[in-house]
C-alpha cells in the first residue's frame, strides 16, 4: 500500500520543495537553467579578500557545468539551448551564471554580459551565483533594476555559518557580511539561494544541522545543499593526503541530508540536494558519482523515517 505524501508542495514522490515543482507552478513551463562561465574572477583569489581562493575549488571555479570561458556568452548559452530545444520545444530558460564570483566586475561589465542572454528568445530570467562580500552599491542598484524586469535569484556562497571552519575552508568574508547581503537583497524583493557544504573537515553533523537552522531564520527563498568532493589540483586535495580527515559515507550524507530538510520552512525551494562532479576529476567521496542512487536514496528513507520538509517545525509548534 502506498504511503500517502504529507508534502503539499509536491507533484511526485518527492518530500521536500523541489526546483522543478516551484517553476512549474511559478511559470507553467519546463524550465532550464543554462550554466555559463563569464570569466570572472573572485575577492578571495586575486587579494581584495584573500588569496588562494577557497581550498575545494577547482581550477574552474565551481563552473565544471559551464560553458568554456573561452567561448563567447552566447556561443555557450546557444550550445546547450540547441540541445534542450529537440526534446522540449516549448521549454523556457534561465542564464545560470555559475563560475566564480559572478558579481565581481564594474557594472557596465555585467551589464553586457548579463543583457546578452537576457535579450535571447524564451529567457525568463537569471540566477547570478555570487559572494556577499561581491556586491557594491552599485551593482545592487542594478539589481534592483534587473529585478523589476526579469526573474532575478541571486545565489549567495555560505557553506558553513562556524568560523572556525570558514577560516580553515578560506572563505574571507564574516557571518555578518553575508546576513547583512541577504537584508539588503530583500529590501529590494530580490530572491535569494544560499549555498552549504556538508561534510567541511572536522564539523559534526550537530554543526552541519545548525547552519540550517540559522539559515531557516532568515528570509531566503531557496536553498543548494552540497556534499563536499575533493577534487585534483586543489588545496583540499593536499590537505587530505596530508591529515586523511573523515570524509562523509552515502548513509551518513543522507541521515544528515532529511534532518537539515525537517528543519527547514516548507515554503523553502531546495534547488540542490547532492553535488554531481566529475569522476576524472574526483577524488573523494566516489559514492558522490551516481548522483540519481543518492537522491532516490533519499526518497525512500523520507519514506521509512515518515519524514518531510519542515516535519520538526511543524511537530516543534504542537508540543
Not at 114 to 122: F, G, T, V
Not at 167 to 174: A, D
Not at 204 to 226: F, P, R, W
Request: glycine share 6%; aromatic share 10%; with cysteine.
Amino acid at each position: 500500500m502506498k504511503t500517502k505524501n504529507p508534502f503539499y508542495y509536491s507533484n511526485n514522490n518527492k518530500r521536500y520543495h523541489t526546483l522543478d515543482y516551484y517553476y512549474k507552478n511559478r511559470f507553467h513551463s519546463k524550465v532550464f537553467k543554462i550554466s555559463l562561465n563569464a570569466g570572472f574572477s573572485c575577492p578571495n583569489i586575486d587579494g581584495t579578500a584573500g588569496y588562494g581562493g577557497c581550498i575545494y575549488c577547482s581550477p574552474l571555479g565551481s563552473g565544471e557545468f559551464a560553458g568554456k570561458k573561452e567561448d563567447d556568452i552566447l556561443t555557450q548559452f546557444e550550445e546547450v539551448k540547441k540541445l534542450l530545444h529537440h526534446k522540449w520545444k516549448e521549454a523556457k530558460y534561465i542564464g545560470y551564471f555559475q563560475a566564480r564570483t559572478n558579481t565581481y566586475a564594474k557594472v557596465e561589465v555585467l551589464k553586457e554580459k548579463y543583457e546578452k542572454i537576457l535579450k535571447q528568445e524564451n529567457v525568463i530570467g537569471l540566477n547570478i551565483a555570487t559572494r556577499p562580500d561581491a556586491i557594491t552599491d552599485e551593482c545592487l542598484e542594478y539589481l534592483k533594476e534587473l529585478n523589476k524586469r526579469t526573474y532575478l535569484t541571486i545565489e549567495l556562497g555560505l557553506q558553513t555559518i562556524h568560523g572556525k571552519t570558514s577560516k580553515l575552508i578560506n572563505r574571507c568574508h564574516s557571518l555578518s557580511c553575508f546576513e547583512n547581503m541577504v537584508k539588503k537583497l530583500r529590501k529590494e524583493q530580490i530572491d535569494v539561494v544560499v549555498h552549504i557544504i556538508n561534510g567541511l573537515p572536522y564539523e559534526s553533523k550537530e554543526e552541519m544541522i545548525e547552519t540550517v537552522k540559522y539559515l531557516n531564520t532568515l528570509d531566503i527563498q531557496g536553498i543548494k545543499i552540497h556534499m563536499l568532493h575533493i577534487l585534483k589540483n586543489t588545496k583540499l586535495e593536499k590537505m587530505y593526503e596530508k591529515e586523511k580527515f573523515p570524509v562523509l559515507t552515502k548513509e551518513e550524507y543522507i541521515d544528515i541530508v532529511i534532518d537539515q530538510l525537517e528543519y527547514l520552512r516548507p515554503n523553502i525551494v531546495i534547488h540542490r540536494i547532492t553535488g554531481d562532479p566529475k569522476l576524472d576529476d574526483l577524488v573523494e567521496p566516489n559514492w558522490l558519482v551516481k548522483k540519481f542512487c543518492v537522491l532516490n536514496d533519499i526518497d525512500k528513507e523520507m519514506v521509512k523515517r515518515e519524514s518531510f520538509q519542515g516535519k520538526r517545525l511543524k511537530d516543534e509548534s504542537k508540543s
